[in-house]
């Protein structure tokens, strides 16, 4: 397997497919995120932050307006260790948010208080991986899944 981490979609079909419908009911996406050794603005911007700085306030302040499009932050935590498998370089933090569906996703991604805030994100990631899902539709009963659903 091979993995691209990216900072904005460059596949035209991906980018396609995200303005689909998607699945009903909540998604829940799964952001595998690389920093920078040190922040670095697109504008040109002097700035003495870390890639890890630069991208917590785009973190901060995203978890502000994801209310706004019926979302939330579920979950952040650093990545400390591989139990299982191999890849050549480890994420540095994993972060999942909660949007009632994509479109409502897509709507947060395209708005200009989005486009702001993206700036430090921008500036703070290397690249990252989103990953979109669901709950299982299995009904299978699970303690986690029933706290999980919970939270939606």
């Known amino acids: 397997m091979q993995v691209l981490n990216e900072v904005f ?4 079909a991906r980018f396609s497919a995200m303005m689909e419908k998607g699945p009903d ?3 829940f996406m799964v952001n595998l995120l690389k920093f920078k050794d040190k922040a ?18 785009y973190g901060r302040a995203v978890t502000e307006l994801l209310p706004k499009f019926g979302g939330r932050g579920i979950f ?12 050549e370089e480890l994420w540095d933090e994993v972060a999942i948010a909660m949007y009632p569906d994509r479109a409502s996703m897509v709507r947060m991604s395209l708005s200009e208080e989005w486009r702001e805030i993206a700036v430090h994100r921008s500036a703070g990631l ?3 991986l989103n990953i979109e899902t669901v ?14 659903k919970a939270l939606g």
């Open 9 to 12: 979609p460059t596949d035209p």
């Open 40 to 57: 670095a603005y697109d504008d040109g911007r002097p700035c003495d932050l870390s890639g890890r700085d630069a991208y917590m306030i």
């Open 25 to 27: 009911g909540p998604i």
């Open 135 to 148: 709950l299982p539709q299995t009904g299978v009963a699970s303690p986690f899944l029933d706290m999980i």
């Open 76 to 87: 952040a935590g650093d990545v400390t260790f591989l139990a299982l498998g191999q890849v």
């Open 126 to 128: 290397k690249g990252q």
